[in-house]
Every structure is written in structure tokens, then in C-alpha cells.
Nanobody
Framework: QVQLVESGGGLVQPGGSLRLSCAAS????????MGWYRQAPGKARELVAT????????NYADSVEGRFTISGDNAKNTVYLQMNNLEPEDTAVYIC?????????WGQGTQVTVSS
């Protein structure tokens, strides 16, 4: 069965860094893209970053461009989100997504809290 398991969240001070991991399993074919979304309490889920599996093309939300980097390791079936220079506004549950165009799979999320 398809599973997406996130890890790497935690509490960090402003300006700090975290690296999130999403381990994927149960796929019998490649997703079109993998991505990270986030959702803060009382707010809608928003796109953070995506990466296509064929060309490695990346896309970032304006709010994280230059601070976050999405990457993948095919051998480990894992996608990463390196987050640098974190800001309090980055506080949210970060959720991994596997995009098969007509069907999406979601992980359970990992909490990131940025606070002094």
C-alpha cells in the first residue's frame, strides 16, 4: 500500500535550519511530482515546493524561494526539504505529497515550529 512518512520536524529558533524527509513506499510506478505543502492552524493548506520526477524541475512558493531547497534520492525513495533561515511565519504542519496527476497521496505531516 502507498505510504508517505515525514520526519525531521521540530522546534527551531528564527534563523535556524531543519531538513525534512519524506520516505515513500508502495508505488508501482513513478509519480509525476513530489512536493511539500504546509498548513498552519486556521489557514488553508499551501504549496511550499515541488519537484518533478522526470527532469527534477523545481517550483517554490515566493515566501520560501531562496531559503528552502527540495531534492530527491531515488535510491532511497525519499524526498527532502532543506529549510534555512527559518522565520516564525514558517510555523506549520509540513505535509508530503505524491502527485500522480489525477490522484494525490498525502502523508500525515510533521510539525515545524519556529519561535524564540
Amino acid at each position: 500500500q502507498v505510504q508517505l512518512v515525514e520526519s525531521g520536524g521540530g522546534l527551531v529558533q528564527p534563523g535556524g535550519s531543519l531538513r525534512l524527509s519524506c520516505a515513500a513506499s508502495g508505488f508501482t510506478l513513478d509519480a509525476y511530482a513530489m512536493g511539500w505543502y504546509r498548513q498552519a492552524p486556521g489557514k488553508a493548506r499551501e504549496l511550499v515546493a515541488t519537484i518533478t520526477t522526470d527532469t527534477g524541475t523545481t517550483n517554490y512558493a515566493d515566501s520560501v524561494e531562496g531559503r528552502f531547497t527540495i531534492s530527491g534520492d531515488n535510491a532511497k525513495n525519499t524526498v527532502y526539504l532543506q529549510m534555512n533561515n527559518l522565520e516564525p511565519e514558517d510555523t506549520a504542519v509540513y505535509i508530503c505529497n505524491a502527485d500522480f496527476v489525477v490522484l494525490h497521496y498525502w502523508g500525515q505531516g510533521t510539525q515545524v515550529t519556529v519561535s524564540s
